[in-house]
């Protein structure tokens, strides 16, 4: 079975005993997630399953949308509601001085991420340091905020939508916030309204899932690579491709007529094939998903 799921992940449970959970269920080995959400934030978490894994690392390129609500007044260890408080202060910030602050987080913006993730520090997960009690320091990353529009300020309540690369820590945003604001801050909860293509509306919880046939749900690999253009090749290209051959202009039944890093394959049926890449002596498959 191959395929990729828009699977709508609840909150209160990691991506990893999300995806531990689908596969018993279906007796699936092969599973992976693109973008892991953490354990009190819920939303879109596309799932790859069988060769549908090959794309995975185009999907981790794509930016995301989130919705979020920031809460003021306090600080905790996790930079989210699941954490203990570390510090509480006064709110007596404007509206105003909460939105004028939240510009400094639009554009290309420097963050650490919080000392409870996942992001590995010399080849060891961050948030396992910070279990034994480590003192260790996490370098700063830079990250790409394309939009960060205020839905809702109502001190101590922030609530907003986002827009941002892959690699953004809403938590630390959440955070900075507070610093600048002199309040504390902490994200309160998060919703993730897009990976890519795709969308929260589109996403499936896993009661609808159990409810559902596979071929429902289940959607074709190439939906994540709809950005890169496509050939058609004939019936002896599908035959090269299937045996990793290299494939000559003859084979194509639409030359290409621009250049390209990658292609997607498909058959004169529009079966999605394979993806190729140019090179020297022709178009070289590289993921071949028959």
């Known amino acids: 079975m191959n395929g990729i799921i828009n699977f709508l992940k609840p909150p209160g449970i990691s991506s990893a005993r999300a995806i531990n959970r689908i596969k018993k269920r279906w007796n699936w080995k092969k599973v992976g997630h693109v973008g892991t959400l953490d354990p009190m934030a819920a939303g879109v978490l596309p799932l790859c399953v069988g060769k549908a894994t090959k794309v995975a690392s185009f999907l981790l390129l794509e930016d995301k949308t989130y919705w979020g609500e920031i809460f003021l007044g306090q600080e905790r260890d996790t930079d989210d509601a699941y954490g203990q408080v570390l510090t509480e202060f006064p709110v007596d910030c404007s509206s105003l001085e909460v939105e004028e602050e939240l510009k400094r987080f639009r554009g290309l913006i420097t963050q650490i991420p919080p000392r409870v993730s996942a992001i590995k520090v010399r080849g060891e997960r961050a948030y396992r340091r910070t279990r034994r009690g480590e003192d260790f320091e996490i370098p700063s990353r830079q990250v790409q905020v394309f939009a960060l529009h205020p839905l809702e300020i109502n001190p101590p309540r ?36 897009s ?96």
């Open 195 to 290: 990976t890519g293509p795709f969308g929260l509306k589109d996403s499936i919880s896993w009661e609808e899932m159990e409810t559902k046939k596979l071929e429902e749900f289940l959607q074709s690999p190439d939906l994540a690579l709809k950005h890169i253009p496509f050939l058609i090749i004939d019936e002896g290209g599908r035959e090269k491709v299937q045996f990793g051959q290299t494939l000559n202009p003859e084979d194509f039944l639409n030359p290409p007529g621009e250049k390209a890093d990658y292609f997607r394959l498909y058959d004169r049926d529009q079966n999605f094939l394979a993806l190729c890449r140019p090179e020297e002596d022709g178009y070289h498959p590289f993921k071949v998903f028959i």
């Open 158 to 193: 922030v609530r907003f939508w986002i827009h941002c690369s892959r690699g953004t820590y809403i938590r630390s945003i959440a955070r900075d916030l507070g610093q600048a604001l002199g309040t504390g801050g902490y994200l309160n909860f998060l919703i993730r309204t």
